[in-house]
């Protein structure tokens, strides 16, 4: 295993948390301890609040990975998992972004709200680093959230 250059001091970035030991396990892991982090542990202490920190990681981290090209994205959603994407509405002014199978919320019992402002916001940030232009992304609908065939995403381009 590779083993970071230099980190600074305490300093946690991309590049370092994406080098994987683990001899035995190896880089795969359940959804499990993801969704629990996200949806139960991250709520209970910051509240429904969650919902926006959430969506600010994620756009800070999406807008960090230096992506320039949209099929760097979905390679990346396609990698990490997040789900299966469907790009429908690709405009200069607007998109909608499907995701099928959804890392945060396929297979949950609805609970009548949307749930995964990561990933809108991983989105958003990914798309504004592509596009260099503002991008705002609200999830309008939701698969665990409310019951939706994908957590659909609209984007608005600034
Ligand atoms: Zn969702």
Same mark, same amino acid.
């Given at each position: 295993? +590779? ?8 300093? $946690?970035? !991309?590049?370092? !948390?994406?080098? $994987?030991?683990? *001899? ?14 996200? =949806?139960?542990?991250?709520?209970? %202490? ?9 969506? %600010? ?8 990975? @230096? ?6 994205? =979905? ?6 998992? #997040?789900? !299966? #994407? ?7 002014? *607007? #998109?909608?972004?499907? $995701? ?21 916001? =991983?989105?958003?940030?990914? $798309? ?5 232009? *503002?991008?705002?992304? +609200?999830?309008?609908?939701?698969? @665990?959230?409310?019951?939706? +065939? ?9």
């Amino acid at each position: 295993m +590779q083993k970071p250059e230099n980190p600074k001091r305490g300093e $946690v970035d !991309v590049a370092n !948390v994406l080098r $994987v030991g683990r *001899k035995t396990l190896g880089p795969e892991a359940g959804i499990a301890l993801y969704r629990l982090l996200r =949806l139960v542990a991250l709520e209970d %202490i910051i509240g429904r609040g969650a919902a926006g920190t959430a969506y %600010i990681a994620g756009k800070k981290l999406g807008a960090g990975l @230096g992506l320039t090209k949209l099929e760097d994205f =979905l390679k990346l959603c396609h990698d990490l998992k #997040i789900g !299966v #994407i469907k790009v429908p509405i690709l405009t200069n002014t *607007k #998109i909608h972004v499907d $995701v099928y199978e959804c890392v945060t919320c396929d297979g949950m019992t609805p609970v009548g709200r949307t749930l995964c402002h990561f990933e809108g916001g =991983l989105i958003a940030g990914a $798309v504004e680093g592509i596009l260099k232009r *503002k991008a705002r992304a +609200q999830e309008v609908t939701c698969i @665990g959230g409310l019951g939706h +065939q994908t957590c659909g995403f609209d984007l608005e381009i600034g």
